[in-house]
């Protein structure tokens, strides 16, 4: 709870600074490469939340990462906050950054997941038919789940779209296990 709040609050200084200096996409899309190593190299967010590793270290492993890829409002905040000893808490704060820039914005997140995956054409339907009826900027997400079997799944903030076929199918078991016919003898 308290890495949230954190997070959300480093995040909210960031923004409002990357606002003031006219630079709030750039230091997103800094966010956006942050956060992605760090999926992809899960050890690196272990480092950073490791207090046996010195500060400095971890600062000169960022700047060795990101120096050459980074703005440098986004360099200069990874050396504040790891100056102030959190920097445990720095890929929450990508984290909560990205999606404080998407409310800034009004972007929303939708997320489709499907058996085989949309070609070029329903992508664009899709797409057009979310950004028309939310009048807002839409971040498209695909996913492939095979057990679908067909259909998607799709999902736009807490409200969720089911057209798959896996679906179907349990509405018929549902249906099938409570018979309402009564067998005559």
Do not use: W
């Not at 409002?73 to 100056?83: A, K, Q, R, Y």
């Not at 800034?104 to 899709?126: F, H, M, P, Q, Y």
């Not at 009048?135 to 969720?160: A, Y």
């Amino acid at each position: 709870m308290l890495d949230t709040v954190v997070a959300k609050r480093y995040a909210k200084s960031l923004l409002g600074l990357a606002k003031e200096m006219g630079v709030l996409k750039e230091v997103n899309e800094d966010m956006k490469l942050f956060a992605s190593v760090c999926n992809e190299n899960r050890e690196l967010p272990v480092l950073f939340r490791n207090p046996i590793v010195p500060s400095d270290k971890k600062l000169a492993i960022l700047k060795a990462l990101f120096s050459q890829k980074m703005n440098k409002l986004s360099l200069s905040f990874f050396e504040i906050v790891t100056h102030k000893g959190r920097e445990k808490f720095l890929f929450d704060i990508a984290k909560a950054y990205t999606e404080q820039f998407k409310v800034l914005n009004g972007i929303l997140t939708a997320e489709i997941s499907s058996a085989s995956g949309l070609d070029d054409s329903l992508r664009a339907k899709v797409f057009e038919m979310l950004k028309d009826s939310n009048n807002s900027e839409i971040e498209l997400h695909e996913k492939i789940d095979k057990d679908l079997i067909g259909g998607f799944i799709l999902r736009v903030g807490d409200k969720q779209y089911d057209a798959s076929i896996l679906s179907d199918l349990r509405k018929l078991a549902r249906q099938f296990s409570t018979n309402p016919y009564i067998a005559r003898n």
